[in-house]
């Protein structure tokens, strides 16, 4: 199947400081998506995108949408505690039954 | 409240004893799936339901079953459990297939296969 490289695999950061992280893929998608993920719960959608080039922001967090398709990157900015978590991107391609494709995810740890 | 709802959320078996893991969603949603984590492989698809009585398979399908008779239910079932699935398995749904902005996952079931 379809492979996105998801890097970095974690990162430690101080409360305050700003994060990015971003997908590659070999293959590309229709629909990119960010879910963040905490410890004992399922992931839960933070941003998604839906155009190449799209830029697109949540509070504090901003993705985009690479203009190939076949990437996409997340900018943490000002990192507080409870941004600790799992960050996991995801593709969509078209025709695919809605089937997403996951990367391998960024596990992040906010030191204060 | 919204919710989809995984049982159990841990259990630990030997090989070979059939189990199921269920999950049931309130919201009416039509496309419900299931995914397996494993630490360094993110989350891989292993069945979905376009709606009741519509299944098809993900990419990791060997050695899973799946059926959908009811819309809010879609149980997991592994007929004859083996180490290599001993995983974390979260179960999802959605109210269409691609309505990504109405997809919920379930809290996860840790299963251990001695």
């Known amino acids: 199947g379809q492979q996105l490289n998801q890097s970095p695999q974690s990162m430690f950061i101080q409360e305050g400081e700003d994060v990015s992280m971003n997908c590659t893929s070999s293959?590309?998608?229709?629909?990119w998506l960010w879910y963040k993920q905490e410890p004992g719960e399922g992931p839960v959608l933070l941003i998604a995108?839906?155009?190449?080039?799209e830029l697109t922001s949540n509070g504090r967090l901003t993705a985009q949408f690479g203009i190939t398709r076949k990437d996409s990157f997340l900018n943490i900015s000002a990192s507080i505690p409870s941004d600790v978590g799992i960050y996991f991107c995801a593709g969509m391609g078209a025709g695919t039954a809605s089937k997403l494709t996951f990367g391998t995810g960024t596990r992040l740890q906010v030191t204060l | 409240e919204a919710q989809v709802t995984q049982n159990p959320r841990y259990l630990i078996t030997v090989t070979g004893k059939k189990l199921t893991v269920t999950c049931s969603q309130n919201?009416?949603?039509?496309?419900m799936s299931w995914y397996r984590q494993d630490p360094g492989l993110g989350l891989r698809q292993i069945y979905y339901s376009m709606n009741v009585e519509v299944t098809d398979k993900g990419d990791v399908p060997e050695g899973y079953k799946v059926s959908r008779k009811e819309k809010r239910n879609f149980p997991l079932i592994l007929e004859s459990p083996s180490p290599n699935q001993t995983s974390l398995y979260f179960c999802?749904?959605?109210?269409?297939?691609?309505?990504?902005?109405?997809?919920?996952f379930g809290p996860g079931t840790r299963l251990l296969v001695l």
């Open positions: 919201m009416n949603h039509e496309y």
């Open positions: 999802a749904s959605s109210f269409l297939a691609g309505a990504v902005e109405t997809q919920y």
């Open positions: 995108l839906y155009k190449a080039g």
């Open positions: 293959s590309i998608f229709n629909t």
